[in-house]
């Protein structure tokens, strides 16, 4: 069965299951060869993120790589020798296209705001030793398997303290050649900062690209994504479909939700990242609510009726 047909099944499960996905080939701009999941979305072991994502006829992977390192609950427990080694037959076969791979850390406590940007990224000094050396494992895993990027939240840019963000300059340039000494780009996830920081930040970190979160900038409540990515266009390598609502208490949280059912503009959004010229891969990411299965079907079957 072809990879459209695979995908036009699983669209068809979810319609019948009472969504309005619509079984669709894709447009000109959003087509499955584009389109992709984050591994970690579907809380699930890597062979059964695999039978998933044949089920969809989906390839593209960005693939989390805790599992083969050090392991975490939030994005995928430790796996064995033996899960790498399918992985990697999955690579050798076609099966799988890892479009990025993804590393977090686990002291990150996304608990509340506060909490994530005491414990977000490689800002706490603490970790700063253990963290460097997770990230050059993790690059030196990217290099072997020809992926070209490799993302990561980086924490909390804060320009208001001197000494804090010149750390925080030192350590970021400081990863991105761990990266590059493996060809490999590291890219930043957005949503902890405004697109203006961002977009300051960028130039003094020449080599670092930008994975477009359009939902984290929602859920930290930094501004509105469609503006985002006219003024950061020129980084963004890589994008997470992911979609949210706004706070309405300040200083919490957003509410993270199915795409297209949040404030994320999805149509506007993508015409917009055309019109910018973004040629990248689309990885669909869930990472609230209990039936991500079928939010992943239905955030497919929604990009392609769009694209």
């Given at each position: 069965?072809?990879?459209?047909?695979?995908?036009?099944?699983?669209?068809?499960?979810?319609?019948?299951?009472?969504?309005?996905?619509?079984?669709?080939?894709?447009?000109?701009?959003?087509?499955?060869?584009?389109?992709?999941?984050?591994?970690?979305?579907?809380?699930?072991?890597?062979?059964?993120?695999?039978?998933?994502?044949?089920?969809?006829?989906?390839?593209?992977?960005?693939?989390?790589?805790?599992?083969?390192?050090?392991?975490?609950?939030?994005?995928?427990?430790?796996?064995?020798?033996?899960?790498?080694?399918?992985?990697e037959a999955r690579l050798a076969s076609g099966e799988w296209h890892i479009t990025s791979t993804m590393i977090s850390f686990t002291?990150?406590?996304?608990?509340?705001?506060?909490?994530?940007?005491?414990?977000?990224?490689?800002?706490?000094?603490?970790?700063?030793?253990?963290?460097?050396?997770?990230?050059?494992?993790?690059?030196?895993?990217?290099?072997?398997?020809?992926?070209?990027?490799?993302?990561?939240?980086?924490?909390?840019?804060?320009?208001?303290?001197?000494?804090?963000?010149?750390?925080?300059?030192?350590?970021?340039?400081?990863?991105?050649?761990?990266?590059?000494?493996?060809?490999?780009?590291?890219?930043?996830?957005?949503?902890?900062?405004?697109?203006?920081?961002?977009?300051?930040?960028?130039?003094?970190?020449?080599?670092?690209?930008?994975?477009?979160?359009?939902?984290?900038?929602?859920?930290?409540?930094?501004?509105?994504?469609?503006?985002?990515?006219?003024?950061?266009?020129?980084?963004?390598?890589?994008?997470?479909?992911?979609?949210?609502?706004?706070?309405?208490?300040?200083?919490?949280?957003?509410?993270?939700?199915?795409?297209?059912?949040?404030?994320?503009?999805?149509?506007?959004?993508?015409?917009?990242?055309?019109?910018?010229?973004?040629?990248?891969?689309?990885?669909?990411?869930?990472?609230?609510?209990?039936?991500?299965?079928?939010?992943?079907?239905?955030?497919?079957?929604?990009?392609?009726?769009?694209?």
């Amino acid at each position: 069965m072809k990879r459209r047909d695979f995908i036009g099944a699983a669209l068809v499960a979810v319609a019948t299951a009472g969504c309005d996905a619509k079984l669709n080939k894709g447009g000109k701009y959003v087509t499955p060869e584009r389109l992709g999941v984050c591994s970690w979305s579907f809380r699930l072991p890597m062979d059964a993120v695999a039978a998933e994502m044949k089920k969809m006829g989906l390839r593209n992977i960005n693939l989390a790589l805790q599992p083969f390192l050090e392991g975490d609950e939030r994005h995928g427990k430790a796996e064995s020798a033996d899960a790498r080694a399918r992985v990697e037959a999955r690579l050798a076969s076609g099966e799988w296209h890892i479009t990025s791979t993804m590393i977090s850390f686990t002291h990150e406590d996304y608990t509340t705001l506060d909490t994530i940007r005491k414990t977000g990224g490689i800002v706490p000094d603490e970790h700063w030793e253990a963290d460097r050396a997770l990230v050059a494992k993790a690059a030196k895993l990217t290099g072997e398997w020809k992926v070209p990027y490799m993302l990561m939240h980086a924490g909390f840019l804060d320009e208001s303290d001197k000494a804090a963000f010149d750390k925080y300059l030192y350590r970021v340039k400081t990863l991105r050649d761990l990266c590059a000494a493996e060809n490999v780009q590291l890219i930043l996830e957005t949503g902890q900062e405004t697109a203006d920081d961002l977009a300051k930040f960028m130039p003094l970190v020449e080599g670092v690209g930008v994975n477009f979160d359009p939902a984290n900038m929602i859920l930290y409540n930094k501004g509105v994504p469609v503006e985002a990515v006219k003024k950061i266009a020129p980084w963004i390598r890589h994008m997470h479909i992911k979609d949210a609502k706004y706070t309405k208490t300040p200083g919490t949280w957003g509410e993270e939700v199915p795409w297209g059912d949040g404030e994320v503009n999805a149509p506007l959004l993508l015409k917009t990242l055309e019109e910018v010229g973004y040629k990248g891969a689309f990885a669909i990411e869930r990472e609230a609510g209990d039936n991500r299965v079928a939010d992943i079907a239905l955030a497919a079957s929604r990009m392609l009726a769009a694209g």
